[in-house]
């Protein structure tokens, strides 16, 4: 089985919605961190894109496949989903919101700049490792 039908299959199961699946991400995320520092104040965040044919966008792997799933995707419909969960230090919060977007027409060139400046930004976002900056997380 490939990661997305077993992503699928038992987020499913669990969650009942593709929806849900980002917050429960981001707590299981923000959760490792709690654990070890109960009293500190985390954030964590989780996103993930499903295609307007239902396929979910991992992250790419190499600048060849940023280029591969931004130009496959131009012109088409999006639907952004983000989960975040805060730990306060005595409870936990959470939030979801959902983006429909249509991607627009890119020439080769334009999407060869940008892997070209944005490389880290897009084949290394961390996975959301939860945030637990207190300068970050107390202006949350």
């Known amino acids: 089985k490939d990661w997305e039908q077993t992503l699928r299959e038992n987020a499913l199961g669990r969650y009942g919605h593709l929806?849900?699946?980002?917050?429960?991400?981001?707590?299981?995320?923000?959760?490792?961190?709690?654990i070890h520092s109960p009293n500190k104040r985390v954030i964590a965040v989780d996103v993930i894109l499903l295609t307007d044919d239902g396929k979910i966008l991992g992250k790419p792997q190499s600048p060849e496949e940023a280029?591969?799933?931004i130009c496959s995707q131009a012109g088409k419909?999006?639907?952004q989903i983000a989960g975040t969960a805060y730990w306060n230090g005595q409870e936990w919060l959470f939030g979801k919101t959902q983006?429909?977007?249509?991607r627009r027409?890119?020439?080769?060139?334009?999407v060869e700049r940008y892997i070209d400046?944005?490389?880290?930004?897009?084949?290394?976002t961390g996975g959301?490792?939860?945030?637990?900056?207190?300068?970050?997380?107390?202006n949350f």
Do not use: C, W
Not at 99 to 102: G, R, S
């Open 67 to 69: 280029r591969e799933i």
């Open 77 to 79: 419909l999006v639907n």
């Open 117 to 124: 400046n944005h490389l880290f930004a897009v084949l290394a």
């Open 19 to 34: 929806s849900d699946i980002p917050p429960a991400l981001a707590y299981a995320k923000a959760n490792l961190e709690v």
């Open 128 to 138: 959301g490792l939860p945030i637990t900056d207190p300068s970050i997380v107390e």
């Open 105 to 110: 027409q890119n020439h080769r060139e334009e």
């Open 99 to 102: 983006i429909i977007m249509q």
